[in-house]
């Protein structure tokens, strides 16, 4: 079974510290033991990337860390002042005095919020398992095809099929982890699959996809004109998807075309040749 995918962020942490600047380190007191370093737990930012963004990451994930440590490292260390108080802004609604302006620290948890926000934004939605409550039953016939809905809630059994044009394919689900799926006879450029939507074991999209082309070729030549000759090719590509919901038992059909097609002609006189492309 295929799934449906979205838009990604690709956020590069070592760039926003590069920006922001590194903190100057603190004075080492007088006798003290050099200080260690350890990775806290929670100190990267955890991003949700493209296929492209985590080939890249994959290669450069130990400089990544290091430049998270160091934002996470840099975040704390403006969390108070000089004098290890809170710092602290003044409130114009009590005193009638500007607010403060935001420190450096502030400044760097905004951003660090901002690109979680973007990174929760795209997180695919979470699984969702469905088992049926109702008996149902439906079907639909759109372009020569004839899709079936069947759910039982004795038996905890759902599933489509789907026929015609010569072709015939089945997905079944027998309670909350058995699945079986198969099928036959789909002529050649003709592709189908199914995918649940949005993560939802209720929800489910069966995609017929067609792909056909063309070409045809002509000429005319004489002895004393010469000759002119052509060619073109075409192709087509369609798509016809069902959405069914079995919670609902609910089909819905739509479609979608795109063509493009292409024309040479060439000329060729005595002495010399002309060619057109359309």
């Given at each position: 079974m295929t799934t449906i995918s979205t838009t990604s962020v690709s956020v590069s942490l070592a760039q926003l510290i590069s920006v922001i600047g590194t903190p100057a380190p603190a004075a080492a007191a007088t006798n003290a033991a050099a200080p260690s370093t350890t990775a806290s737990s929670g100190a990267a930012v955890f991003v949700t990337f493209s296929d492209q963004a985590k080939a890249a990451a994959a290669t450069k994930a130990e400089s990544d860390q290091v430049a998270a440590d160091t934002l996470q490292a840099y975040v704390e260390a403006h969390r108070t002042n000089n004098t290890g108080a809170a710092t602290s802004t003044t409130d114009t609604a009590s005193t009638g005095t500007p607010d403060a302006q935001p420190t450096a620290g502030s400044k760097v948890e905004a951003i660090v919020a901002q690109i979680k926000a973007l990174a929760d934004a795209n997180e695919p939605p979470p699984f969702q398992a469905f088992t049926p409550t109702k008996s149902l039953s439906n079907s639909v016939t759109f372009d020569g095809y004839t899709l079936s809905l069947q759910t039982n809630a004795s038996t905890q059994f759902y599933g489509v099929s789907l026929d015609g044009n010569g072709t015939a394919i089945f997905d079944k689900h027998f309670g909350p982890s058995d699945q079986a799926g198969g099928g036959s006879?789909?002529?050649?450029?003709?592709?189908?699959?199914?995918?649940?939507?949005?993560?939802?074991?209720?929800?489910?999209?069966?995609?017929?996809?067609?792909?056909?082309?063309?070409?045809?070729?002509?000429?005319?030549?004489?002895?004393?004109?010469?000759?002119?000759?052509?060619?073109?090719?075409?192709?087509?590509?369609?798509?016809?998807?069902?959405?069914?919901?079995?919670?609902?038992?609910?089909?819905?059909?739509?479609?979608?075309?795109?063509?493009?097609?292409?024309?040479?002609?060439?000329?060729?006189?005595?002495?010399?040749?002309?060619?057109?492309?359309?």
């Open positions: 006879g789909a002529p050649a450029g003709v592709a189908i699959g199914t995918a649940m939507v949005d993560n939802n074991e209720a929800e489910e999209a069966i995609t017929i996809t067609q792909n056909t082309a063309t070409a045809s070729s002509a000429s005319i030549s004489s002895s004393s004109s010469g000759s002119i000759s052509t060619s073109a090719v075409s192709a087509q590509s369609s798509q016809i998807t069902f959405l069914v919901n079995y919670a609902t038992g609910q089909i819905s059909v739509a479609q979608s075309a795109a063509s493009v097609s292409a024309q040479a002609t060439r000329i060729n006189q005595p002495g010399s040749a002309l060619s057109t492309f359309a």
